[in-house]
C-alpha cells in the first residue's frame, strides 16, 4: 500500500494504526506536498517524516516539490477558507500524483495520512479518493483513525515521539488567514539577507532536529521543551542625511521606533557613544563596535551581509545601556554623520514561543 505523507505528526500515528490493522501489507510512505510553504517548512517536515519512517521500518519515497505547478492548480481560490474549494483542487493534485506513483509501482491500494488531520475533512477527502479510483483503478482506503479516542492517542504519541508539531497546514493561502485570526506576525516568511538564523524560525527549527536526530544516533537522552520570550523582527531601516543621502547603516537587533520615523541630528557623546536629540537613540562608529566585538568588520555592508549571531549583539546591546531589556535604536555608522538626519525603523517584538532542546542528566 502505498502511503501519501503530510507531516510526521499526522503520519506516525496513522502509520503504526496501519501497521496493526494491515500486517499483510507492505507499507511505502510518499512524501508529496508540493502546498507547504516555504521551501525551509518543506524541508523541516520532511526531515521529520524521514526519522519517523526510520524507526517504523517503512521506506520513504520523497516526491518532486513542484511548488509553481501547484499555485497554478489553485489559481482563483487564494481566499478559500480551510476545507474548502482550495483544499479539495489541492487533495486532488496530490492524489493525482499518489495514483500515478502507486501504479508505476505496481500498487493498488493507496491512503493518506491527511484522514487524522484534524484539520482536514475526512468526506472531503473520501470523494476525492473515490473519484481517483474510479478513474486510475487505484483503491483508495479511507480509514478513520480519529474516532473513538483516536485523537488523543494521536497527542500522546506526538508528545512521547518528540515529533516536531507545526501548526499550520502548509499552505500559504492558510497560513495568511490563519495569522490574520490570531492577529499574529508571519514570520515564517522572513529570511534575512545576511542568512542569519532568527529566533523561533524554522532555519533555528531545522538546526535543533538536525541535532535531535544526530543525538537519537549516539544514545544520546534529550528533551525538546518549550520557551517564551520576546521575540523580534525588522522590516525597514534607513538613515538619511539631508534630503537623499542614503548612509550605510546597521541597526543592532531589538532597535525600535514607537512612530518609525525620527528627524534631528547627533547632538553629543560621551565615551564612544553619540546621542541623537530624539527617541533615546544611539550612534556608534564600525571601528568601535570592532573594538567591542573583537571583530574585523571592513565597511557597514559587510556587517549587514554577516552579522553577528543575536545572541552576541544581545550582549553588546547590554553593555552600551547597561540593561537587559533596553529598546532604544543602537545604529552603527562608519562615521557619525553631523547636520539633520531622517531616520526610519519599522521593527516589531512580540512575545512568542520557541522550541529548546536540552540534554537529559539523571541524578
Known amino acids: ?13 496513522f502509520l503504526e494504526k496501519l501497521q496493526a490493522d494491515y500486517p ?32 517504523l521500518g517503512i521506506d520513504l519515497i520523497e516526491g518532486e516539490y513542484d511548488y509553481e505547478n501547484w499555485l497554478q492548480a489553485v489559481r482563483g481560490l487564494e481566499n478559500e477558507p480551510e476545507k474548502g474549494a482550495r483544499c479539495e483542487v489541492c487533495f486532488d493534485k496530490r492524489f493525482s500524483v499518489s495514483a ?40 483508495f482506503i479511507a480509514v478513520d483513525y480519529r474516532s473513538g479516542g483516536g485523537s488523543q492517542d494521536q497527542s500522546r504519541v506526538t508528545k512521547e515521539e518528540q515529533l516536531y508539531r507545526q501548526d499550520y497546514c502548509g499552505c500559504i493561502f492558510g497560513l495568511t488567514m490563519q495569522r490574520e485570526q490570531q492577529d499574529k506576525l508571519m514570520d515564517e516568511m522572513f529570511s534575512p539577507i545576511s542568512g542569519s538564523i532568527l529566533p523561533a524560525s524554522i532555519e533555528e527549527r531545522i538546526a535543533m532536529y538536525t541535532l535531535r536526530n544526530e543525538l537519537e544516533d549516539e544514545n544520546k537522552e534529550y528533551r525538546i521543551i518549550k520557551q517564551k520570550f ?30 518609525k520615523r525620527a528627524q534631528g541630528k547627533v547632538e553629543y557623546s560621551v565615551e564612544n557613544i553619540h546621542y541623537f536629540n530624539r527617541e533615546e537613540i544611539k550612534f556608534i562608529t564600525l571601528d568601535f563596535f570592532n573594538k567591542q566585538n573583537k571583530t574585523e568588520y571592513q565597511t557597514i555592508k559587510e556587517l549587514i551581509y554577516k552579522p553577528l549571531s543575536q545572541e552576541k549583539e544581545l550582549i553588546f546591546r547590554a553593555k552600551i545601556n547597561d540593561t537587559n531589556y ?30 529548546k532542546l536540552i540534554l537529559v542528566r539523571h541524578l
Open 230 to 259: 520576546l521575540n523580534y523582527r525588522e522590516f525597514n531601516f534607513k538613515v538619511i542625511k539631508g534630503k537623499t543621502n542614503v548612509l550605510d547603516a546597521y541597526a543592532l537587533s531589538y532597535s525600535t521606533l514607537p512612530r
Open 1 to 13: 500500500m502505498l502511503v501519501h505523507i503530510c507531516c510526521s505528526v499526522d503520519s506516525h500515528f
Open 326 to 355: 533596553d529598546l532604544s535604536p543602537i545604529i552603527v555608522v562608519e562615521e557619525i554623520p553631523q547636520g539633520k538626519l531622517t531616520i526610519t525603523l519599522d521593527s516589531k517584538t512580540y512575545e512568542d514561543t520557541k522550541e
Open 24 to 55: 499483510q501489507e507492505k507499507l511505502t510512505g510518499f512524501f508529496y506536498d508540493p502546498n507547504i510553504h516555504p521551501y525551509s517548512e518543506y524541508k523541516l517536515r520532511l526531515l521529520d517524516v524521514e526519522r519517523s519512517c526510520k524507526k
Open 100 to 139: 500515478e506513483k502507486a501504479l508505476e509501482m505496481g500498487e493498488k491500494t493507496i491512503t493518506t495520512t491527511l484522514l487524522v488531520s484534524p484539520l482536514k475533512s475526512q468526506e472531503q477527502l473520501k470523494r476525492v479518493g473515490d473519484a481517483f479510483y474510479e478513474k486510475n483503478g487505484v483503491e
